[in-house]
């Protein structure tokens, strides 16, 4: 049984790894605006990331929202 579950956790993260190479490849590679719906998850999930994030506790001001849109999650203000 348990050499079973183990089996089926790699057959899904080999199944992941493909899933993720091939979005790459039809997303960088072809020409032709092709929409992969594993791209499209994740960009709709980040879009909701930064679509929520002006309602949270460290978007007080213009400067934080810009500081959480570059990835610096950082509240506060840094010394000038």
Do not use: E, N, Q
């Not at 579950?5 to 605006?33: I, Q």
């Not at 309602?55 to 990835?71: C, I, T």
């Amino acid at each position: 049984m348990r050499v079973a579950v183990h089996a089926a956790w790699f057959a899904g993260g080999v199944v992941l790894v493909l899933v993720a190479l091939d979005s790459a490849l039809k997303t960088f590679v072809l020409p032709r605006g092709i929409v992969v719906p594993y791209a499209r998850f994740v960009v709709v999930c980040v879009r909701r990331l930064f679509t929520v994030a002006p309602y949270a506790p460290w978007s007080s001001d213009r400067s934080s929202r810009f500081r959480v849109a570059a990835l610096g999650l950082r509240s506060r203000r840094s010394p000038a």
